[in-house]
Nanobody
Framework: QVQVVESGGGSVHPGGSLSLACTAS????????MGWYRRAPGAQRELVAD???????NYGTFVKGRFTISRDNAKNTVTLQMNSLRPEDTAVYLC????????????WGQGTQVTVSS
């Protein structure tokens, strides 16, 4: 059974930092891409960052140097370091794992809450 588990969410003041981690387990295929989307209540899901197995990285335009994604392929883990957090960063952050299969099967974590407020 495939599991995708996030950790590291919490509450911070504006300007603070959080580090999110996502670990996939129970995999029988190689990971093509791991990354993060976020979803605020009533808002569309948007890409935060993702990283492919070859190291290629994409960031959402709102990141603008504030966030950094990295990976540990041996541990099937991706980390998102978030700095200079703003209230508009408040959302549920969702980890996804895209497997390198014929149909590029996608798995999602349950999400971890990030709250930025005074």
């Amino acid at each position: 059974q495939v599991q995708v588990v996030e950790s590291g969410g919490g509450s911070v003041h504006p300007g603070g930092s959080l580090s999110l981690a996502c670990t996939a387990s129970g995999l029988t295929n190689r990971i093509a891409v791991m990354g993060w989307y976020r979803r605020a209540p009533g808002a569309q899901r948007e890409l935060v960052a993702d990283i492919a197995d070859d190291g290629n990285i994409n960031y959402g335009t709102f990141v603008k140097g504030r966030f950094t994604i990295s990976r540990d392929n041996a541990k099937n883990t991706v980390t998102l370091q978030m700095n200079s957090l703003r209230p508009e960063d408040t959302a549920v952050y969702l980890c996804y794992v895209l497997l390198d299969t014929h149909d590029l099967k996608l798995y999602w974590g349950q999400g971890t809450q990030v709250t930025v407020s005074s």
